[in-house]
């Protein structure tokens, strides 16, 4: 099955708060860098990124700002993960 990854927190929540993209986990890429994996089988991922970079994402502020505080949870979870 097809995966969609990004770094960029902001285009993670757009993706989780709106559902374009079923949210799969996140991993640590390096020591300062998250990568938020969305399962992709129809390969829309980088033109939803487009959409987002151009101003045609449209989002309610309150599930965006729920989705990137779910999001930097788990992000700041798995970069400290190996500190422990």
Do not use: W
């Amino acid at each position: 099955m097809n995966k969609y990854e990004t770094t960029r927190l902001p285009v993670a929540a757009y993706l989780h708060c709106c559902k374009l993209l079923e949210f799969t986990g996140v991993r640590k890429a390096s020591d300062a860098t998250a990568v938020f994996e969305f399962l992709d089988p129809e390969g829309r991922g980088e033109s939803l990124e487009i959409d987002f970079e151009q101003g045609r994402a449209i989002v309610d502020a309150r599930a965006f700002a729920s989705s990137e505080r779910f999001l930097k949870n788990k992000m700041y979870r798995a970069l400290r993960q190996e500190e422990k």
